[in-house]
């Protein structure tokens, strides 16, 4: 832990967290709010074309920003990905603990500012996530793990430095598992699947009504992911003490660079 907080790079992870977070809470949320803003004389907009359209933002955002960042940071941009990778022993804890924290602090600042731009906005709930009418706390918990356990597999599945089948775009890949995601879950929960980004429309919002589905719902949909993936589906040979190891120090691959290099960051580059 100790090696870690010296690093200059580790610190430009999590600033790079903090900065492309606040990018995509503002892009994504943005785009949701949009619609009350309607172009004059248009008459196609629907919402089905809105679900669409949000879907489409927040996993457009993720992609471009997983692309900017991947390589300083990992391009987590969520805690349930960051738990994720914890579990899989791809990050250390105080690592992981800096991220989240990062995280919710990039989606307060974004939400904020998007609070002060879109000020005229009547009952304005900021992208607040909530229940839909006949959905109860169970229902709402259930969309909310299955939605988040595909994200955080795409993850694992895509990034995973063993693979040498993938071919394509890996910040593409899941950038659209999150469009996928919000496809399902925005008629039931307002989708999710990030905590970072329900928790900072709630406190800017100052509405956290049923706000713990918002959390307990992603945490246990990516740790599911990491375990199912680690242990069944593509199982990994490290014995326990490697695992506490990393847990502890992290990835000595991650943090052997002296200078500018960022060469041996692969995060979310699948070789």
Same mark, same amino acid.
């Given at each position: ?54 879907? *489409? !933002?927040? =996993? &457009? /955002?993720? @992609? ?9 940071? %990992?391009?987590?941009? #969520? +805690? ?91 910040? *593409? !890949?899941? =950038? &659209? /598992?999150? @469009? ?9 929960? %307002?989708?999710?699947? #990030? +905590? ?76």
């Amino acid at each position: 832990m100790a090696s870690e907080f010296k690093k200059k790079m580790f610190w430009r992870a999590v600033v790079a967290e903090f900065f492309a977070m606040s990018l995509f809470i503002f892009i994504s949320i943005g785009s949701a709010l949009g619609f009350s803003f309607p172009v004059v004389g248009n008459k196609t907009s629907t919402k089905s074309q809105d679900n669409v359209k949000v879907s *489409l !933002a927040f =996993g &457009l /955002s993720i @992609a471009t920003m997983a692309q900017s960042v991947g390589h300083i940071s %990992g391009a987590h941009l #969520n +805690p349930a990905v960051t738990l994720g990778l914890l579990l899989s022993c791809q990050i250390s804890i105080f690592k992981a603990l800096m991220y989240i924290i990062a995280q919710c602090l990039g989606a307060v600042v974004a939400t904020a500012i998007l609070s002060g731009i879109t000020s005229s906005l009547p009952n304005n709930l900021l992208g607040l996530n909530a229940l839909s009418s006949g959905i109860n706390a169970g229902q709402g918990l259930g969309i909310e793990i299955i939605a988040t356990l595909q994200l955080v597999l795409c993850v694992l599945a895509t990034t995973d430095r063993r693979r040498n089948d993938v071919s394509g775009s890996a910040p *593409l !890949a899941i =950038g &659209l /598992s999150v @469009a996928l995601g919000h496809l399902l879950a925005i008629d039931y929960t %307002g989708c999710g699947i #990030n +905590p970072a980004r329900s928790f900072g429309s709630a406190l800017i919002a100052n509405n956290f009504e049923n706000h713990w589905i918002f959390w307990v719902g992603p945490i246990i949909g990516g740790a599911s992911a990491a375990l199912i993936y680690d242990f069944i589906l593509a199982p990994r040979s490290s014995d326990l003490t490697d695992r506490v190891k990393v847990w502890t120090s992290g990835q000595v691959e991650e943090y052997d660079l002296e200078g500018d290099d960022m060469n041996s960051r692969v995060e979310m580059k699948p070789k």
